[in-house]
């Protein structure tokens, strides 16, 4: 890659990291725990998603933004749950970027929320050199995408605080090698905390949403 | 995005652009027939790529590029079908780029392939942007992944010349909507063909093939 390419790239990255750091310290100031969600197209975000808000609710204020190339309709399926959802589109650019968190959340009353989602655009690569000010990003991989994507996508896993194994109810039908994804993640990064659900049988959602609680009520502590 | 990252980012297309050109007459020049293949992470085109090796190469001689940002699991595997394949890993680059093609064949005797296989990054948003001098680029969706992946992914669809939807034997397991997919990547792209297979139970895969060698037999032909 030629040297003014690579001088742009960081300059992007070093205003996003700057954006991030400001959106960071808005949330923390209104005591908002922020997750974010990434993973392939298809892995399962929304309806993680989905089944989250619906749980979560009834125990506290929570809302989301999603992120898509094109189409509302994740928007209108969140919406529901009967939460706040805004819907960012992103036309042809393919991860979030902080100044789009921040234009989303345009007045919007950060007061009025304890828990915010945001869905990234389904990438297991790009989204990984972007930070979007959450307090905890966690990382979906679908049993039916095979148990090497952890090797073969690093960065995104290595970036990540929480890997979701997402439609553990269709393991047995795909042959899901288990113990070879957790090795996998684990090669990639050591120690990653891993969860398995499945949001269509409801397996292993309340340890994923008692999980989320237990984080959101350490966000008054200091973070990262 | 400022202006001048835009000027950049032409710069990189316009660049990709000619030596896309460069290589395509390459193979038109040889008489190899070029087919990419594009999808999520996991969509299943290494499986698929395998059971078409293994079908082809006593009908015609067959050889793959397989992109993937870390590891050489997919040229080791792919390899197994006994044809030459190679690797390229792009470190932490979304996509593949002409370039890296062209590199990638240095040295490979183009007069010894009919066919070329290119297997992308496992990405549904970047490739779309990079013509690789491919005759065919077939755009993967995999049943696990949801019927709506056209509506919010439509540039990828839109740069296709043929979809082919995969792991169709879990069609019922997941409940896939198969009409609802059809129609979803017909609204994106009027008239793409499109087919069903299965690499696991085999499904669909004579009449993928067959389709393949219907293509490449037409490689003397004028091409776009």
Redesign the interface.
Known sequence: MPP??VE?REG?LKKNDQRARQLREDFRQHSVFVVSLVS????GKTALLEGTLRELKSRCRVGALVG????E??AERLGRAGVPVRQITTG?V?HLEAQMVADALQGWDLASLDVLFIEN??????PA?YDLGEDLRVVLL?V???E??P?????IFNSADLAVIT?ID?AD??GFRREEAHHNIHEVRPGLGILETSARSGEGMAAWTSRLRELSSLAGSPRR
């Open positions: 003014r390419i742009v992007i392939s197209p298809g892995a898509d190339l094109a189409t309709r994740d042809t393919c655009v389904g990438n297991l690569v790009c050199s679908s039916t995408e095979g090497d994507k090797l073969k996508y690093p960065t439609k269709l039908a795909v």
